[in-house]
């Protein structure tokens, strides 16, 4: 749902409903975290949830996607900080700081409610969960992936599906291993070195020129 434009002080006021909101959905789930408790740690009232975001379930999709928009500008904020000076440098430090965020508690947390409440409504959640993720790939890293390509080593001009594949290949299965309780923790600073060198050596590798 579409939030209605906001005053300062309504913006301030939809902020702390925003934090208190993912600590209560992130601890007790959707269907047991109630507005009211919400509206009882934040102050003011119950209409000003049901002005702007509609109802619960428009308020959680707000906070979903807030949540989306955090965890990008956290991991940009890590690229933006890079010194490296090849392909294969900058492919170890995205891995290694894509790997601190997604497999942080809360991350793990939110994409359990995520695949939990994404079926909903034509699965409504869920195709913004993706859009989200697709926006991040094309309009986020594929801009430093372009940086790095200067002399057109790469064979493929498709940067998003390329950058999609690595860092899938980064984190996968062991999140969602995280996410199904499959797997109790992340994967120890060993383990994540060496699957990290695995995948740039098979990215580089399967996608140099020859």
Do not use: W
């Not at 790997?99 to 409610?113: A, D, H, P, W």
């Amino acid at each position: 749902m579409q939030e209605k434009k906001m005053s300062a002080k309504t913006q301030k006021r939809c902020q702390m409903l925003y934090e208190v909101g993912l600590e209560m959905f992130l601890k007790h789930g959707y269907e047991k975290t109630n507005l009211s408790d919400i509206i009882k740690i934040t102050g003011g009232s119950l209409s000003t949830v049901y002005e702007h975001f509609g109802n619960k379930e428009g308020f959680f999709e707000a906070i979903i996607l807030k949540s989306m928009d955090d965890f990008h500008q956290n991991l940009h904020k890590k690229l933006l900080n890079t010194t490296c000076n090849s392909l294969e440098e900058f492919l170890i430090y995205l891995a290694n700081a894509y790997m601190q965020v997604y497999f942080s508690e809360k991350s793990i947390l939110l994409t359990r409610i995520i695949y939990a409440q994404g079926y909903k409504n034509d699965g409504k959640m869920a195709k913004a969960f993706e859009e989200k993720y697709a926006d991040l790939m094309r309009n986020g890293l594929v801009k430093y992936i372009d940086q790095f390509n200067q002399n057109n080593i790469l064979k493929f001009n498709d940067y998003a599906t390329l950058i999609e594949e690595f860092c899938t290949l980064i984190v996968e299965p062991e999140f969602t291993n995280m996410v199904f309780n499959v797997q109790k923790t992340p994967p120890t600073k060993e383990q994540k070195d060496k699957k990290i060198k695995r995948v740039v050596d098979m990215f580089l590798h399967g996608y140099l020129k020859t």
